[in-house]
């Protein structure tokens, strides 16, 4: 027997990714149920290579017997219906910003910290980290272990995905429109997106960093360690799909970039790809689609005593959204911390 699981935001980009990624996995699923907005349902989403699914109604629709809520439906609505999902016995694994920072929700990532996931049942919800943190912990966690990390200095190279299919439609518009000459009017960005980069990405804070570069360094300290300083930049590039990053990363203790590499190397979740030479170095277009975080130009940092930098790259959909949370999911079923609902 398999497990019920509802996925919630199923017609937007990151909950259609939830739907293939289940089926890609072949997680053991007895039925799926897609689930979305009233104005969604009764449409019509795929699972797997021949299963259609119909959406129903988030306002209407009830948990009780679901075994797994995979979350994706924008945080205001995930604070009013995660909640009820979890109450009526569901294990709700979140993607919003809604729950991270909640001290009785753990914030997961199976490569990093799979043994938080004991602490779920307070509320029943376990968090989903924001796009960029993940794919950073992921390369940090083998280098932590290595040699502990004092301070993180990342910029980021986001692309447009993150922010919706309204946005990726925007970057597109306004590419097309740029080679017959109209112009370019933002409506998702503050300024165009075509061939620009934009240093804005969320609302800014009272101290000058926005709320997305807040995020990398209150979830990194949840997630890995909470003494390990970090200031990012979050910028939106005109890409597609998939994120990059380059991170400066200052050490207690001496490490080499043999040791570095070594260490990424036999970590799962990373795939180190590090040559010295035109082309020797993933892109963004190349991890768009693929599951794991790509590690390139390591190279050591003289600027700062024990340091190190390099380039990390992931496609923010998979491995920054819904992968997470599948493998979140099958890390519960692997630790035998689901208890099945009645059908």
């Not at 119909?54 to 924008?74: A, C, M, Q, Y």
């Not at 920054?320 to 949370?325: D, I, K, T, V």
Request: charged residues 25%; glycine residues 6%; hydrophobic residues 40%.
């Amino acid at each position: 027997m398999g497990y019920r699981v509802a996925v919630v935001g199923a017609t937007g980009n990151v909950g259609r990714e939830m739907l293939k990624t289940l089926a890609e996995r072949q997680f053991p699923a007895s039925e799926v149920f897609a689930v979305a907005s009233g104005r969604s349902a009764g449409q019509e989403v795929s699972f797997g290579e021949k299963q259609v699914l119909k959406v129903h109604n988030l306002e209407k629709f009830d948990f009780t017997g679901v075994d797994i809520g995979l979350f994706s439906p924008g945080a205001s609505v995930s604070a009013v219906h995660a909640p009820r999902a979890a109450a009526q016995g569901c294990v709700v694994i979140d993607n919003t910003s809604q729950f991270r920072m909640d001290p009785d929700v753990p914030l997961v990532v199976p490569e990093v910290n799979p043994h938080h996931l004991e602490k779920f049942r307070k509320r029943n919800i376990i968090a989903n980290p924001n796009c960029s943190t993940i794919q950073m912990v992921v390369a940090l966690k083998p280098l932590h272990k290595l040699a502990k990390i004092k301070r993180v200095v990342v910029s980021t190279y986001q692309s447009v995905s993150g922010a919706g299919k309204e946005a990726m439609d925007e970057l597109f518009t306004q590419t097309r429109g740029t080679f017959v000459n109209d112009p370019a009017l933002p409506e998702q960005f503050t300024k165009p997106i075509a061939f620009n980069c934009i240093p804005h990405i969320d609302k800014f804070m009272d101290d000058g960093a926005t709320k997305e570069e807040w995020k990398m360094t209150v979830e990194t300290r949840k997630i890995l360690d909470p003494d390990i300083a970090v200031i990012a930049t979050a910028v939106r590039v005109p890409v597609f799909i998939a994120h990059g990053e380059a991170v400066h990363v200052e050490f207690e203790r001496p490490i080499t970039v043999e040791q570095a590499r070594n260490a990424l190397r036999d970590a799962p979740g990373i795939i180190v790809h590090d040559k010295r030479e035109d082309g020797g170095y993933i892109t963004q277009v190349e991890a768009a689609g693929e599951d794991a975080v790509y590690v390139s130009r390591l190279r050591q940092d003289p600027t700062v005593p024990n340091g190190l930098a390099f380039w990390c790259v992931s496609d923010n959909l998979r491995k920054g959204a819904a992968l997470n949370a599948v493998q979140i999911a099958e890390e519960l079923v692997r630790q035998g911390l689901l208890t099945k609902q009645p059908a």
